[in-house]
């Protein structure tokens, strides 16, 4: 199958031949339609072409292997990979499973996720398999599920979705329905789980509160939409891009700011009449504006940070101001995707809005561009054939 492989060291991945093994027991074989470009898979390309103390590369070394066993092992081989396949948000159709799958079959449609749990550790069995502790998938010891040329291809996140086809923990994915573009499938693999999650799982946005959301890419704009399901009376959206405030108004943002033009603290500050927000997201990797979403809360309200964390938290004690962290939007999800296709055939979530550019995986190059722009949410490579 092609897929676009990236060698450490040599750039924008490229086009190459990638073989993929049979499926195992508790594996699923599935050809890829469309998967979405996540930012975390144009920085850690970033990180590895630079510097390892840079970016999500330089997070790796901070993880706890004795806390989160599975993600460090999984991020620190990544780390290490001398081949790997980007991408870890997609949609396509199930063609292969093996012997003991029992939750989807051949022909299924399918989301496939950056995440797989086991069910029997303990934060499986508390309800956060998000954080699983084991992360089922093959060990670098093992036979690897994609080669190249007879070397180890590793699978970004466990998917390695800028492909023709993936191979995945069955874990890994959740049927859905027919009815779905492919574009808009995709991105419920990590970009709207995780931005929605964020507001309904982890936050636990409340009816009439005000919430900021800081970056409206297309995590800060699922997240504005999880605070509008919620019912926030308030959604003050932050981004330099025009179009995304555009956007943003649209999917649900009641003001926005363009906080080149003015001081995002100081104009929510005036928006909410001196109190400040009940809930603030950090969705941009950047620490000064994590300081930002920090600085704007009020009494006793609740900063959540999805990429990035405040650096001076001093009135933190005073305020009885709470920061919180959100992996993947604290997703559980065979639950949540259903629940989140649900809402968008009510009209009440919009996906097909969120994807702003559509290319085919040889134009991969053109993505950090676009992004850069400002012109696109999200952009999503078109793998059908």
Same mark, same amino acid.
């Given at each position: ?163 023709? %086809?993936? $191979?995945?923990? /069955?874990? +890994? ?6 009815? =779905?573009? &492919?574009?808009? !499938? ?86 909410? %009449?001196? $109190?400040?927000? /009940?809930? +603030? ?6 620490? =000064?504006? &994590?300081?930002? !979403? ?92």
């Amino acid at each position: 199958m092609k897929a676009l492989l990236y060698r450490a060291g040599h750039g924008t991945p490229q086009l190459a031949d990638v073989d993929v093994d049979d499926p195992r027991d508790d594996e699923v074989l599935i050809d890829v339609q469309a998967a979405g470009v996540c930012h975390s898979d144009l920085h850690f390309i970033e990180s590895r072409e630079t510097t390892a103390a840079q970016g999500i590369y330089g997070m790796y070394a901070n993880l706890d292997r004795r806390r989160q066993p599975g993600i460090a092992e999984r991020r620190h081989e990544e780390a290490d990979a001398e081949m790997l396949v980007m991408g870890h948000e997609s949609c396509g159709i199930v063609i292969e499973v093996g012997a003991g799958v029992r939750s989807v079959a051949p022909r299924d449609r399918v989301v496939a996720i950056g995440m797989s749990h086991c069910g029997r550790c303990r934060q499986c069995l508390v309800g956060c398999p998000h954080l699983c502790l084991v992360l089922p998938r093959r060990s670098p010891e093992d036979r690897p599920r994609l080669s190249h040329d007879g070397r180890r291809v590793t699978q970004f996140a466990n998917v390695g979705a800028f492909a023709e %086809q993936i $191979l995945v923990h /069955e874990t +890994s994915v959740v049927r859905i329905d027919h009815a =779905v573009p &492919a574009a808009s !499938a995709a991105i419920l693999g990590c970009c709207v789980t995780t931005g929605v999650g964020a507001a309904l799982n982890t936050a636990r946005v409340q009816p009439l509160s005000s919430v900021a959301v800081f970056g409206t890419g297309g995590i800060g704009m699922s997240v504005l939409q999880g605070a509008r399901i919620a019912g926030a009376e308030t959604i003050i959206a932050v981004d330099p891009a025009s179009t995304k405030r555009s956007l943003a108004q649209r999917l649900g943002a009641t003001d926005v700011i363009d906080p080149v033009s003015d001081d995002p603290v100081a104009a929510i500050i005036e928006l909410t %009449q001196g $109190l400040g927000v /009940e809930y +603030s997201f950090e969705t941009t990797a950047i620490p =000064v504006v &994590a300081q930002q !979403a920090y600085d704007v809360l009020g009494l006793r309200g609740c900063l959540t940070c999805v990429s990035s964390a405040p650096t001076d938290i001093r009135t933190l004690i005073g305020a009885e101001r709470i920061i919180r962290g959100s992996y993947l939007g604290s997703t559980r999800p065979q639950r949540d995707i259903p629940y989140y296709l649900k809402l968008y055939h009510q009209s009440r979530l919009f996906l097909d809005e969120m994807v702003g550019a559509q290319l085919t995986p040889d134009r991969f190059g053109a993505v950090e561009g676009i992004l850069a722009s400002g012109d696109a949410a999200r952009v999503v490579l078109d793998f059908s054939r």
